[in-house]
């Protein structure tokens, strides 16, 4: 019995997570933000499961500044310099959310849910920002 017992233990301390663990089902992206723009333009989630994007500004040499994702954040939410920047949401049906800049100009990306084909249009170099200055 005290064998059977130790084993068990064992078991549960060499087990990540412990006793009662499930796998995290989050989606976790990481998206730069350089003078090029979003890297990667494009991410693929699938529908139902939490997502997280950290983005994480790279550059002092870009318009993007600030992100904004409408339909997912209520207003732009600020890059700083060098720090990650977490948005979490949770997609229920396929579609594409596009995110951009503070200025929603020139540099964006999307996050395609449930989609398995890249769009035309994200495969477009994002350098720069049009009337943003830089």
């Known amino acids: 019995m ?3 017992l130790l084993v068990w233990v064992l078991l549960i301390v060499i ?3 412990g006793l009662g663990a499930a796998p995290s089902s ?3 992206h ?4 350089t003078d090029r ?4 333009q494009e991410v693929r989630v699938e529908p139902g499961r939490p997502v997280k994007l950290i983005f994480r500004r790279e550059s002092a040499n870009t318009c993007a500044t600030s992100v904004q994702m409408p339909g997912v954040l209520a207003q732009a939410v600020p890059l700083p310099l060098k720090k990650d920047v977490a948005v ?3 997609p229920r049906e396929e579609r594409r ?3 951009g800049c503070g200025m ?3 540099i964006h990306g999307e996050v395609l849910v449930g989609e398995s084909s890249p769009s035309p249009e994200s495969h477009e170099d994002s350098k720069g920002c049009g009337g943003c200055g830089h």
């Open 88 to 90: 979490q949401f949770t």
């Open 104 to 106: 929603n100009m020139m």
């Open 97 to 99: 959310l596009r995110f």
């Open 37 to 40: 723009g979003f890297v990667p």
């Open 2 to 4: 005290r064998r059977f």
């Open 15 to 17: 087990t990540p997570g």
């Open 26 to 28: 989050e989606q976790v």
């Open 30 to 33: 990481r998206i730069a933000v």
